[in-house]
């Protein structure tokens, strides 16, 4: 609970922090900035994606309504 007010004060003091930036900057030498350059608990790198080339056959059971032997062998060799 106290992690999430920290970072609930922390979501405000960047939105005012970010307000202040914009404010004051020189739209002639710097651009705009959003907030998440002001707060510490924001990633600033892009989230990885859910699904890719390497795992798409994941997907095929939903499609063929068969599971493709790779993923029954992957889960035989983490069972056992």
Do not use: C, H
């Not at 707060?39 to 063929?64: C, E, G, H, Q, W």
């Amino acid at each position: 609970m106290a992690r999430a007010r920290q970072r609930a004060e922390w979501e405000r003091t960047a939105e005012v922090l970010a307000m202040t930036y914009n404010m004051l900057r020189d739209p002639a030498k710097s651009r705009f900035r959003g907030s998440e350059l002001f707060n510490p608990y924001r990633s600033r790198s892009k989230p990885k994606p859910l699904f890719t080339t390497a795992n798409m056959d994941v997907l095929r059971v939903f499609i063929d309504g068969q599971i493709p032997p790779e993923v029954i062998q992957a889960a035989a060799e983490q069972e056992g």
